[in-house]
Each structure stands twice: as C-alpha cells, then as structure tokens.
C-alpha cells in the first residue's frame, strides 16, 4: 500500500513560484509513474504533469513552459515547480502514483492565486 502526502500549497500572487512535494511511501517508488492533477470548483480533475520511472516528463498545455516536474527516488519524493503562476492555477493539486493495474492518491493541497 503506497501513501502520498503533499505539501507546499499556498496562496501566492498572480506571476509568483510555489513549490509542491509529494512524499511517497509504502512502495518501490522508482518503479511508479508519478503525476499531479488539480482540480478547481466546479470542474473535472485534470492531468497536470506525468513523470514516468524513466523520467520522461509530459506536461498539460496550460502548464508547459511555467511548470516542472521532477522525482527525486532517494528520497521517495516528487516535485512541481509553478513560476508564473495565474488566477486560473487555483486548484486542490493532487499527487498520483501508478504501476500497472495499482493506482494511488494523495489527500491534496490547496493552492490559491490571488492579489
């Protein structure tokens, strides 16, 4: 059983940086296709960011070019960096980890943009 805890959420400026974490444990974490989805009130979950075992990164449209992605398996951990942040990255940001048929969540971590 695979436990996800983020952290690093905030309210933050329109045009500032946050940093999100993901502490994974329970699990081969190298082996796992780590992502972040958000999801804002009254909308679907959406894809963020993937990064696979390999560190191949796939990022949304609305995202690439302003977020990054890593994975740091010594210490079991996955990164988002936001630059740029806009009104519109307002979401519960939630850190996913995959490995075949098996698919685990963390609880989320509310970021805010907002002047």
């Known amino acids: 059983q695979v436990q996800l805890v983020e952290s690093g959420g905030g309210l933050v400026q329109p045009g500032g940086s946050l940093r999100l974490s993901c502490a994974a444990s329970?699990?081969?974490?190298?082996?796992?296709?780590m992502a972040w989805y958000r999801q804002a009130p009254g909308k679907q979950r959406e894809l963020v960011a993937t990064?696979?075992?390999?560190?191949?990164?796939i990022y949304a449209d609305s995202v690439r070019g302003r977020f990054t992605a890593s994975r740091d398996n010594a210490k079991n951990t996955v990164y988002l960096q936001m630059s740029t942040l806009k009104p519109e990255d307002t979401a519960v940001y939630y850190c996913?980890?995959?490995?075949?048929?098996?698919?685990?969540w963390g609880q989320g971590t509310q970021v805010t943009v907002s002047s």
């Open positions: 990064i696979t075992s390999d560190g191949t990164k």
């Open positions: 329970g699990g081969i974490f190298s082996g796992y296709v």
């Open positions: 996913y980890a995959g490995q075949s048929i098996r698919a685990y």
